[in-house]
């Protein structure tokens, strides 16, 4: 029989553990890193490197290698957030077919899915060489504030890899699960996930195998590399003021500093200062070398973070609003993401919860491990666990006027099904746009459209007098289909939202061909 | 018999009636239990009845089982939806949409603006408003509206949609002046 594992692809470094319904194992490489790096390189002839040799490559040729490809996947090219980070990646963003975001490197261009296949074929290659037997099945995480694209767009780079997808699981859910396994208390929990791109943050309830999500909100541009962004850019600014040289757009110089950057942010976790000394940075004007020298202390720190860590409590309160619980109720607070290991970070937390984190479980591990276990039960139908997850957004369809009538409000327990009706707008209308949504806003502009469908062959009559019932179901894979039924004669159409996605299957067919011989 | 075999009958049975189960008997409870018992109540289903745990053949129907089972609990966990319900249920109403939960007005609102207007006269201009809305001509939708509102000075529908033509209005690009027409 084939293994099913468990995978936190993350947006900076990725990890996969095993569950044998006994113990839990982290899967290391030969190197006996459990920690994989989410770096594709390409430009070693026709291949591709992934991982670690992948990061390697970074500094010297930062326009060839790829990391964060999570933050495009799912993306619209013209949201704001790919617009934002168009400005700080040294590789090209392009417009797909699909409205979609894609990845120009050295004139070719790249899928989000066929990159994030690449870091998921490498985890498989590595969790099959450690347990000697093929892996063909895997739980995959995302974040939970994932939109219905974004979980469609990692579906199919799992199928590009050649994964069968068991599940999509939340993160802060898996993180949750792995919790309970260890820990047999009834109580209500808050997990806060603070990884390389995203955080999110999700209330629970546990008693005795069973997760009820209870609430969960977040933000999927905001994480780690904020933090290292925020402090490049300081170091940016002190090279123009010492240097008198602006560097914003010399993109081998970028990515030294913001390597620097991020040792530095790691050494402050542990030590009052960081000495960051980065030797032949660039030329100056003059064509003279420049070495640049900086100290940074924890002060200057706390000054570029305090901005994103407030962004971030914000988000805990609303959730904890919306659990309908207050902040006494919660006993416990999980700590998730290799971020949370920055001090102010603890904190803030500390600070908001009134109570020590726990911090027994490895931050960065705990996801996987937690996905692994849900992988061992949906191949076993374990029946001592049941993880009850919620829809993160809103879901609704296009009324008159671009405003948004909600059908499935956001935090409902999955599986559900809901209904609304709906009348014709015109006079002898004979068929109806079902145009879906996902997201908060009242406004179709600002929510995430999912796709549409036409029912057609209604009766001309005059506005309002025909009725159609649209019902939204969401079954316990997280997948959505919209139906729409004309309530007087009957007749339905209905699509799944996954059919409308991005990627074709011969798209997806073709891509998992030369994602093979690139990897190969 | 095996756990199994036991769990695959009790799915096909309760397939076959569970449209017909009202909330209480979909959580296995009495309709003057205790609102404390509504949520043991649900885990023990949940733990018998969740899709993630049938047998793979039978994921459908589980599915199909289990969102009711959720919509129960939905509904009864709130002591207010649940007194609500229970009037329902004396009058042979066994589920129940969320919206119906929800005040009449708030409802005819959000789902069937075209039939807020009570009079003739307004409803020419409501009418001629909304399709004003459709077509993002939010400065005419404002006039259209607010002449509706001449003849029914109190229509709630009609002032939040002034609401909504207003803010619209005001944050859409100032595009090239579009001219208000009247037709009559």
């Not at chain 1, 790829?66 to 400005?87: M, N, T, W």
């Not at chain 1, 015109?426 to 600002?446: A, F, H, L, M």
């Not at chain 2, 649900?42 to 039978?58: E, G, I, M, Y």
């Not at chain 2, 129960?72 to 009037?87: H, M, V």
Request: glycine share 6%.
């Amino acid at each position: 029989m084939s293994l099913a594992v468990g995978i936190d692809l993350g947006t900076s470094n990725s990890v996969v553990s095993y569950f044998d319904g006994d113990k839990v194992q982290t899967i290391a490489d030969k190197e006996g890193r459990t920690i994989h790096p989410s770096v594709v390189a390409y430009g070693y002839g026709n291949t591709t490197v992934v991982g670690y040799r992948a990061k390697q490559q970074m500094s010297y040729a930062p326009e060839n290698t790829i990391s964060s490809a999570k933050r495009l996947i799912g993306q619209h090219f013209d949201s704001p957030e790919i617009q934002r980070i168009r400005k700080l990646t040294s590789w090209g963003i392009v417009k797909g077919i699909h409205n979609d975001a894609r990845i120009r490197v050295q004139g070719q261009i790249y899928t989000p899915q066929e990159v994030s296949a690449h870091v998921l074929i490498h985890l498989k290659k590595t969790a099959e060489e450690a347990l000697h037997k093929p892996v063909n099945q895997a739980v995959i995480t995302v974040p939970a504030y994932f939109n219905d694209q974004q979980r469609q767009a990692t579906r199919d780079a799992a199928e590009i890899a050649g994964l069968e997808c068991l599940r999509i699981l939340n993160e802060p859910t898996a993180a949750a699960l792995a919790y309970g396994h260890q820990n047999k208390t009834t109580q209500h929990i808050a997990v806060f996930d603070l990884g390389g791109g995203t955080f999110d943050i999700s209330i629970l309830r546990i008693k005795d195998g069973f997760y009820e999500v209870l609430s969960t909100a977040g933000d999927t541009f905001l994480g780690g590399d904020d933090f290292d962004w925020a402090i490049t850019e300081e170091l940016i600014r002190q090279v123009k003021q010492h240097h008198g040289l602006d560097i914003s757009k010399r993109y081998v110089a970028q990515a030294k500093l913001r390597k620097a950057a991020e040792e530095a942010k790691i050494t402050l976790s542990t030590e009052p200062t960081a000495q960051l000394a980065i030797p032949s940075l660039t030329r100056n004007k003059n064509g003279e070398m420049i070495h640049f020298q900086h100290t940074l202390n924890r002060r200057d720190f706390r000054a570029l973070a305090t901005p994103l860590i407030d962004r971030c409590i914000e988000v805990v309160s609303k959730a904890i609003q919306e659990a309908q619980l207050s902040t006494l109720q919660v006993e416990n607070c999980l700590l998730v993401g290799g971020m949370t290991r920055t001090p102010l970070i603890r904190e803030a937390v500390e600070k908001f919860f009134g109570r020590t984190p726990i911090s027994s479980l490895n931050p960065d591990e705990v996801v996987s491990v937690g996905a692994a276990i849900q992988a061992y039960n949906l191949q076993h139908q374990n029946n001592e666990t049941v993880l009850l997850d919620v829809t993160p957004q809103s879901l609704g369809v296009a009324t008159q006027g671009g405003f948004i009538s909600t059908i499935i409000t956001k935090n409902t327990s999955i599986p559900v099904e809901q209904s609304q009706i709906f009348t014709t707008t015109r006079d002898n209308q004979t068929e109806v746009r079902i145009k879906v949504y996902q997201g908060e806003s009242g406004k179709t502009k600002e929510n995430t459209f999912l796709g549409d469908f036409v029912l057609k062959d209604i009766r001309p009559a005059l506005r309002g007098e025909i009725e159609v019932r649209v019902t939204f179901q969401i079954d316990a894979d997280g997948i959505l289909q919209v139906s729409a039924k004309n309530e007087e004669t009957g007749s339905a159409v209905s699509m799944y939202i996954e059919e409308a996605n991005k990627l074709s299957q011969s798209e997806k067919n073709n891509l998992k061909e030369t994602v093979y011989e690139e990897s190969s | 018999m095996s756990q199994e075999l036991r769990k695959t009958v009790r799915i096909n049975t309760l397939y076959e009636i569970v449209d017909d189960l009202d909330y209480y008997q979909l959580l296995k409870q009495k309709t003057n239990c205790k609102q404390s018992s509504i949520a043991p109540a649900f885990q023990l289903q949940s733990k018998a009845l969740h899709p993630d745990n049938a047998p793979s053949a039978l994921k459908d129907k589980a599915n199909y089982i289990f969102t009711a089972i959720n919509e129960a609990f939905r509904i009864l966990k709130e002591p207010q939806n649940r007194l609500e319900y229970d009037g329902l249920l004396k009058n042979g109403v066994i589920r129940v949409e969320d919206t119906a939960l929800r005040s009449g007005s708030e409802r005819s609102s959000a789902n069937d603006p075209s039939k807020a207007a009570q009079t003739e006269q307004s409803k020419k201009y409501w009418l001629m408003g909304l399709s004003d809305m459709d077509a993002e001509r939010y400065d005419s939708a404002v006039m259209n509206i607010k002449f509706a509102l001449q003849f029914e000075r109190e229509n709630e529908v009609f002032q939040e949609w002034l609401e909504k033509a207003q803010k619209a209005a005001q944050e859409a690009p100032k595009k090239e002046k579009n001219p208000f027409k009247i037709r009559l």
